[in-house]
């Protein structure tokens, strides 16, 4: 089913907001270009780009300890974006990581940065929707959902869809942008071009979809703090040297809606 503003496709929203092409040589270039040796990749230079979320690197870490990884189990990412969350997971915790996301490019990339520094078999980065998972029930020992549920405006049926995948007993850790008080948002924002397909919504409204779509003993943790990656204007790379000029302004956004209390980020763990 297509799910659209108007005639408008939220999912075309998204995928437009990403480069079409050339994006896995893209950071390979940036990363060239600061001086990292790219014949001998390693997960912790791509975490400078990688991480398309606040916090970058040291926040997916976080998310990966909470989940309680151990080497073998089965990990979802669902909206994997460029694959950093789940490299980390493959790399620190030798666990088998599936990402899948709706822009295929990403997926592209995803797929093969994991190559450049030897997680192939370990990681697998799939283009699908979180609404629609081709994976049998039961399938995951865990999941997570990093900076995604932004874009998604019925985030029930894809934590149902997380659930039906998941093992019973599981984590489904969620790491997220969320309303934290009523009032305008400027746009561009990180995830978005405009409100077409930004869907922030409160820690209330999160808890109620996850218990809706069966999650229980849910628990939510404010995080928010950090800025959203190496500001533009630091001198560091970022995703913004892949991600251009409205993922630029966009941070510049976050910030400021974040300083005026608009925004915040939150942690969330569910069990299946
Ligand atoms: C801000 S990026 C975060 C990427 C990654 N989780 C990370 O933290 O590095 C959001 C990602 O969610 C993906 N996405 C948005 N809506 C989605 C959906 N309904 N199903 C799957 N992926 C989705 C986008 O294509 C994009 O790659």
Request: net charge negative.
């Amino acid at each position: 089913m297509t799910e659209g503003v108007g005639t408008v496709d939220i999912r075309d929203l998204v995928r437009a907001y990403y480069p079409s092409a050339g994006v896995a040589d893209a950071v390979v270039d940036v990363l060239a270009r600061s001086g990292i040796d790219i014949d001998h990749l390693t997960v912790h230079d791509l975490a400078a780009v990688d991480q398309l979320h606040a916090g970058g690197a040291a926040a997916t870490a976080l998310v990966l300890e909470r989940i309680g990884l151990a080497a073998g189990m089965t990990l979802l990412d669902v909206g994997c974006g460029l694959g950093g969350p789940s490299r980390m997971a493959a790399n620190t915790y030798q666990a088998q990581v599936i990402g899948v996301d709706l822009t295929p490019e990403l997926v592209v990339a995803a797929n093969d940065l994991a190559a450049r520094v030897g997680l192939e078999g370990s990681c697998r980065f799939l283009a699908t929707s979180g609404e629609t998972l081709p994976f049998e029930e039961h399938s995951f020992d865990a999941a997570m959902m990093i900076h995604v549920g932004m874009n998604i405006r019925d985030k029930q049926s894809v934590f149902a869809e997380v659930h039906r995948v998941l093992s019973p007993g599981s984590v489904f850790a969620l790491y997220e942008q969320v309303r934290r008080r009523a009032g305008q948002l400027a746009y561009p924002l990180p995830w978005a071009v405009d409100e077409r397909s930004s869907f922030v919504e409160t820690a209330d409204e999160y808890v109620a979809a996850l218990t809706a779509a069966g999650f229980r003993q849910i628990e939510v943790e404010d995080r928010t703090g950090p800025v959203p990656g190496a500001p533009p204007s630091s001198g560091k790379i970022g995703p913004a040297d892949i991600l251009g000029p409205a993922y630029v302004e966009g941070v510049s956004n976050h910030i400021a809606a974040t300083k005026a209390g608009l925004l915040g980020g939150l942690l969330v763990l569910a069990r299946a």
